[in-house]
Nanobody
Framework: QVQLVESGGGLVQAGESLRLSCVAS????????MGWYRQAPGKERELVAV???????HYPDSVKGRFTISRDNAQNTVSLQMNSLKPEDTAVYCC??????WGKGTLVTVSS
């Protein structure tokens, strides 16, 4: 059974940083894309970052230059370093593997 567990969320002030981690278990995911989405209250789910099996990354303009996604295939983890956080980054952040398996999410709250 595949499980994804996120950690690292919390409450920070605008301009500060957070690092999210997601540990996947129950399989081998080195050949799959992994990534992060977020959903703020009343808004649709939004892509945050994705990294493919070769390490290629993609970010939307809203986080480009501030967020960095990385993966450790030996540890089955995907991480998201978030710098220069803004109040509009407040959301529940969920990780995924191959857009098939999803974690339950971790809440990030950025105060102004």
């Amino acid at each position: 059974q595949v499980q994804l567990v996120e950690s690292g969320g919390g409450l920070v002030q605008a301009g500060e940083s957070l690092r999210l981690s997601c540990v996947a278990s129950g399989g081998i995911f080195s050949r799959n894309a992994m990534g992060w989405y977020r959903q703020a209250p009343g808004k649709e789910r939004e892509l945050v970052a994705v990294i493919d099996s070769s390490g290629n990354t993609h970010y939307p303009d809203s986080v480009k230059g501030r967020f960095t996604i990385s993966r450790d295939n030996a540890q089955n983890t995907v991480s998201l370093q978030m710098n220069s956080l803004k109040p509009e980054d407040t959301a529940v952040y969920c990780c995924h593997v191959a857009w098939r398996y999803w974690g339950k999410g971790t809440l990030v709250t950025v105060s102004s």
